[in-house]
């Protein structure tokens, strides 16, 4: 069982350990795979996502039964398309044990929770979370060559 944790400010080198581990970020390779996350945009970027998120971003780490981080779910309102687009990654050590659908089902829980009426995702067509989306009440939108757009109500 999975609990949600708001992570501190020196809890970011998790999020760095994720953003940097090849296997953990393969399913990103249609947006360049691994990203950079080094120490000094830890501030910034945490008083955007976790600090002060107006509203328009929610973001948690995860934990398992030990205490131990294991990915995170986050969702935010892309101004672009006024959709709210969700994420969740589970570390690649912690993989093919039920916690992908076990996070995504909490993310959904606490969107609604906030007002959320959809959420939406865009995910590579290669990658196998496609299914997980599906099987936890995701619907295909529509689809390009590359990507597939997924989309729940959630209320």
Known sequence: MLTLYRPKLEDMWFRRQMLEDEETMSYNHAWGGTVHFPEER?????EYWVGEPAGERYYRYLRNEEGDFIGEIA??????TGYW??????????????????????LCAEACANGVDMLWDDIAADNPAVGMFLRHGFAED??????????????
């Not at 969702?75 to 672009?80: E, Q, R, V």
């Not at 044990?97 to 089902?105: H, I, K, M, Q, S």
Request: net charge neutral; hydrophobic share 40%; glycine share 8%.
């Open 42 to 46: 830890w501030k910034d970027w945490y």
């Open 142 to 155: 529509h689809r390009t060559d590359e990507l597939i757009f997924l989309k729940k109500r959630l209320n």
């Open 75 to 80: 969702y935010h309102l892309d101004a672009g």
């Open 85 to 106: 687009l969700a994420d969740v990654i589970v570390f690649s050590l912690y993989r093919h044990r039920g916690y992908g659908g076990e996070a995504l089902d909490l």
